[in-house]
C-alpha cells in the first residue's frame, strides 16, 4: 500500500540522537533546541522562536501569550483540524467560523470583517497545504479593527508569502513537526513563533511552566518562581536532535516534494479540463512547500468510490477535516457567520493523493494513472520524466469503476 506520506529519515538522524544521548541531557532547552530555535529566528524579523511538544501546544501557548479571555471571540476559517479551535476555546472563547475559498481552502478574508463584533479579540487563519493566505489583506484589517492575528501555520514550514515565511508575520505562528508535516521531530512537535519584542518575556515565562528560570540561568536573578498562567510547553531534547537532523536535509526534502507536486499538476490538468476535477491555486504572492497534493472531484458523490477505487489498487487517499461548525463542539460552542454552502461543498469535494520524499517516479506515475483511471482516461502525457508513456494501457477493470 503506498501511504499519504511517509517522513524522511537519513543517518543524521541517528547520530545526532545518539550524540544527544551520550551527553544525557535531555528535558529539553539544550544544544539541538537552541540550533532549531536559532535557524527559525533567520527568518523572523523581531521576536523569538520556542520549540514545543506540538503544534496544538504551540496554539495553547498562543492563545496565553494573547491573554484570551472567557467571552472573547476568535474568528477562524471553519475548514481546519480541531487544534486550531480547541486552544481557544480551552480559554473560555468563543469559535466564529467563516467561510474558505474554495480555490485554496484558506479563510475567505471578504468574510472576516462581517463576523467581527465588539468581542473580538484575534483572528486565527490557517495556511491550508502550505498556500499562505492574503496576509496583506488580513494584517491591514486587523490594524484598523485593532485585532491580534495568529497563522496557525502547521502545514508551512519552508513556504513564504511575498518573501515572508509562513508563520512569521502574525504577532504569533504556530508551525507543527507532527508525523505527516514536511519537517518533522520524530513524531510529535511544533514550535511557537513570538514575533512581537513586546510579548517575548511573557512567552518565556509561559513556555517554562509559568516561570522565570530563564532569567535565572540568564544570572539575572537568583532564584526563580512562579510568575504566570503557563505549562510545560518544552520539546525534548532528543526529539530536538531529530528536528535538527531533519531542517539540515530541508533542502532535499523540499526539491523532492517540490518535483511531485509540479508533475502531479501537470498531469492531472487534463482532469481539469475534462471538467472532472479541480485543482488548487496558488497565488502569485505565495511560494508553496507542496506539504499536500489535494483536489477537489466536481461530483462529491464520487468521493466514497474514489477512495475506495484507490485503496483497491493499494493507494491510500483520504478526504481531510470536516467543517468545525457542523460538528457537535462547533454547533455548541461556537458559530458560523455568512454562507456556509460553498465551504461545505468544497470540503466534501477534497481528497488528497500520496505525497513524500520517498515517494518514487514509478510509484507517483503509478497514482496518477490510477486516478486517471477512475475516469476512464488511458496513460498519461510523455513529459512526466520521460518516464510514462503516452498510450499506456489501463486495465479493463479500471475503467470499469467510473
Ligand atoms: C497538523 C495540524 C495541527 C496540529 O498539529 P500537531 O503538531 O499535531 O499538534 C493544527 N492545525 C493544522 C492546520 C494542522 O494541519
Redesign the pocket.
Known amino acids: 500500500m503506498i501511504p499519504l506520506s511517509r517522513p524522511y529519515i537519513d543517518n543524521r538522524h541517528f547520530e545526532n540522537i545518539r550524540e544527544v544521548l551520550s551527553a544525557a541531557s535531555l528535558a529539553g532547552q539544550g544544544p539541538c533546541s537552541e540550533r532549531c530555535e536559532q535557524w527559525l529566528q533567520k527568518s523572523m524579523a523581531n521576536g523569538k522562536a520556542f520549540l514545543t511538544?506540538?503544534?496544538?501546544?504551540?496554539?495553547e501557548m498562543a492563545a496565553l501569550i494573547l491573554q484570551i479571555e472567557p467571552g472573547d471571540e476568535i474568528i477562524l476559517p471553519s475548514y481546519?483540524?480541531?487544534?486550531?479551535a480547541n486552544a481557544f476555546a480551552l480559554r473560555g472563547a468563543v469559535p466564529v467560523f467563516v467561510g474558505v475559498n474554495p480555490k485554496t481552502m484558506n479563510i475567505d478574508e471578504s468574510q472576516i470583517e462581517p463576523a467581527i463584533t465588539g468581542r473580538t479579540k484575534a483572528i486565527v487563519i490557517?495556511?491550508?497545504s502550505g498556500t499562505s493566505c492574503d496576509m496583506d489583506l488580513i494584517l491591514g484589517i486587523a490594524r484598523r479593527r485593532h485585532l491580534l492575528v495568529v497563522e496557525?501555520?502547521?502545514?508551512g514550514i519552508c513556504a513564504s508569502y511575498k518573501g515572508a515565511q509562513l508563520g512569521t508575520m502574525g504577532d504569533v505562528g504556530?508551525?507543527?513537526?507532527?508525523e505527516?508535516?514536511n519537517v518533522t521531530s520524530a513524531g510529535?512537535?511544533?514550535a511557537c513563533l513570538v514575533n512581537k519584542e513586546s510579548l517575548v518575556a511573557r512567552a518565556e515565562t509561559i513556555h517554562d511552566n509559568g516561570t522565570n528560570k530563564a532569567q535565572m540561568k540568564r544570572g539575572e536573578v537568583d532564584h526563580y518562581g512562579w510568575q504566570e498562567v503557563g505549562s510545560n510547553f518544552i520539546m525534548s531534547e532528543v526529539l530536538a536532535a531529530i528536528l535538527w537532523a531533519q531542517l539540515q536535509a530541508k533542502d532535499k526534502i523540499m526539491k523532492r516534494r517540490l518535483a511531485l507536486w509540479d508533475a502531479y499538476r501537470a498531469q492531472l490538468t487534463m482532469l481539469e479540463e475534462r471538467g472532472v476535477i479541480a485543482l488548487p491555486w496558488i497565488p502569485e504572492y505565495n511560494a508553496h512547500n507542496a506539504h499536500l497534493f489535494w483536489f477537489r472531484l466536481c461530483d462529491p458523490d464520487d468521493v466514497e468510490r474514489f477512495i475506495e477505487h484507490m485503496r483497491t489498487h493499494g493507494i491510500s487517499s483520504t478526504a481531510h477535516y470536516s467543517p468545525l461548525h457542523l460538528s457537535p463542539a462547533g454547533r455548541r460552542l461556537g458559530r458560523f457567520v455568512g454562507d456556509d454552502s460553498v465551504t461545505n461543498l468544497a470540503s466534501s469535494q477534497l481528497v488528497r493523493v500520496p505525497i513524500y520524499p520517498d515517494l518514487s517516479n514509478d510509484e507517483q506515475e503509478d497514482v496518477i494513472h490510477t486516478v486517471k483511471a477512475f475516469w476512464g482516461v488511458a496513460g498519461g502525457d510523455s513529459d512526466h520524466d520521460g518516464k510514462i508513456g503516452a498510450n499506456e494501457v489501463v486495465n479493463g477493470d479500471l475503467r470499469e469503476s467510473t
Open positions: 511538544k506540538s503544534c496544538t501546544s504551540a496554539l481546519t483540524f480541531t487544534s486550531t490557517v495556511h491550508y496557525d501555520a502547521a502545514q504556530c508551525l507543527s513537526f507532527h505527516i508535516k510529535q512537535g511544533g
